[in-house]
């Protein structure tokens, strides 16, 4: 892995991270998957499923890459 591919990962996941809902950050941050169910829960069902098809499809690179992995 290059350091250019690593850093456009590292980019990719930041943004990701940040085009969510501040509370939806802060579960994440506490890696809770059950949280994270809260959250989206209590978002209208449109902007729920918008963030929990992001979510779904990124948590795991989202989750290593708090936690400081690539």
Known sequence: VS???GRKAL???WDV???FD???QQVLQ???LEEVDKV???MNVE???DEGQVCAVDVAE???FLEGGL
Request: glycine share 4%.
């Open 47 to 49: 902007h729920a499923e």
């Open 40 to 42: 989206l829960g209590a």
């Open 11 to 13: 980019q990719m996941r």
């Open 30 to 32: 506490n890696q809770s």
């Open 17 to 19: 991270f940040q085009s």
């Open 62 to 64: 989202i989750l290593n």
């Open 3 to 5: 350091m250019e591919h």
């Open 22 to 24: 501040e509370p939806l």
